[in-house]
């Protein structure tokens, strides 16, 4: 079965062009990249991708970068004849007027650092301004592409086979939570989890301080970032607790908080 892309759309204009494929691969085409096979990161178990995008610069912006570039131009080669001016002037001059020809020289070097400066200020504040990070889901960005979404309830995505990596559009189905939820259910995972809940009860204690409620919030805090060593402290549970939640090992049926 040969390999179908689909182009990426984007809710803002970007210069990068991305496309995503039904075997579960992302590529991307820049001026550096001819459609180069993102590897991407890990999230909770799912492969994760980032992209860095940039707005095009705005008229004026450029115009006013254009303007200083040749300010600083300009004053280069000022700078250049003055100093060439004083290399050539007439050896019978004294220190003290030779110091005084210097002075231009020195208060040009100080309006072309100026310049510098105030060129880089600008060109940055621009950059930071028109740069955007966006960062998806590798199954929910390939579902949105390759799966019929049957109705806005249908807004989350599993993994029929189970396995997070998979991420073929075969592998991928639009759900409710309810589906999602009973979905789990029958997870490999969930079922080795609660036979050795059943097997050893004293050796998982998840349920003694961890709600689904406050499970969603972890969640949430795992994709915002936050250290597991703050999340252990703040919701009283240890480490490793909360390292088996981020794998998918417990707790895998509940999602994140909105």
Known sequence: MSEKWVVVK???????????????????????????????GLQNGYKSISFKFFKKREEIVEIKLVNLRKQID???????IA????LESDNELNKSESAISLDPVA?????????????????????????????????????????TKPSTAHNLVIHLNYDKLDNRAINLKWVTQAQSTAHQQKSPFVLIEKKLRKEN????KRNTK??????????KRMNEGKLLSQLAIQF???????????????????????
């Open 107 to 147: 208060n040009s070097e100080e309006l072309l650092k100026s310049l510098k400066a105030k060129y880089i200020k600008f060109y940055k504040k621009d950059f930071k301004s028109r740069t955007i990070y966006f960062s998806v889901l590798q199954h929910r960005l390939i579902a949105e592409y390759f799966c």
């Open 210 to 219: 961890l709600t689904e409620t406050k499970v969603r919030i972890v969640k």
């Open 201 to 204: 009860p004293e050796n998982i």
């Open 10 to 40: 984007f809710d803002f204009a970007n210069q990068n062009h991305v496309e995503v494929s039904d075997l579960g691969r992302i590529r991307t085409f820049n001026k550096i990249s001819d459609g180069k096979i993102l590897k991407g």
């Open 74 to 80: 300009l004053m280069k080669k000022a700078l250049t």
């Open 236 to 258: 009283g549970v240890s480490h490793t607790q909360l390292l088996r939640i981020k794998r998918g090992i417990n707790w895998a049926e509940v999602e994140p908080a909105a």
């Open 83 to 86: 100093q060439k001016q004083i």
